[in-house]
């Protein structure tokens, strides 16, 4: 089934200059870019995207983390996508991540693991919502 997510290079990847790299590792494993934005998060509006979190003892560390420099938001499309992106990326903690994924392959630690991917259709639809509206995502 053709669905959409939303991924994110956080402040770790865009400070490594990795975002070549990270998108040519989407585009290989079939995802298609239908919407790109470059922001710098402040702390609030980390703390809103990541809303689900806000219980966690990292909440704190996290939304710091993602509000301590650009990120690059983007809405991905193709077969499967949620599940093919959270693929590509690997496990949370890159040493847990296989060879080849993203975070193994990129990734400093648990919180700093360079990318975001929606988890679930819900979540998608929310994080995609956060971040763009209708005429930002492109239909062709
Ligand atoms: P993401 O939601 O960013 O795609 P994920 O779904 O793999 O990552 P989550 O459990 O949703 O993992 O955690 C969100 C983010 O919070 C992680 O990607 C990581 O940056 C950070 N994080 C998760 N667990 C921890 C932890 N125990 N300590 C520090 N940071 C953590
Ligand atoms: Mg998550």
């Known amino acids: 089934m053709k669905e959409k997510t ?5 402040p770790d990847g865009i400070r490594a200059n990795l975002i070549g790299k990270v ?6 494993a079939g995802l ?14 980390a703390m809103g995207f990541y809303v689900v979190h806000k219980e966690r003892h990292f909440y704190e560390s996290l939304t710091s983390f993602m509000s301590e420099g650009p990120v690059l ?6 077969e ?13 903690n890159p040493k847990d991540a296989d060879p080849g ?8 630690s ?5 990318i975001h991917g929606s988890d679930s259709q819900d979540s998608a639809q929310y994080e ?9 995502i492109m239909s062709d």
Do not use: P
């Not at 995609?128 to 930002?136: D, R, W």
């Open 6 to 10: 939303l991924s994110i290079i956080k």
């Open 101 to 108: 994924t993203i975070r193994r392959d990129f990734a400093e």
């Open 80 to 92: 499967n996508a949620i599940q093919v992106l959270r693929g590509a990326m690997g496990k949370t």
């Open 32 to 45: 298609r870019v239908k919407a790109m934005k470059m922001l710098h998060l402040t702390k609030k509006e």
């Open 110 to 114: 648990l919180e700093r693991n360079i």
């Open 128 to 136: 995609i919502g956060y971040f763009f509206n209708a005429l930002e």
């Open 23 to 28: 998108l040519s590792r989407l585009e290989e």
């Open 73 to 78: 938001v983007m809405v991905l499309e193709g």
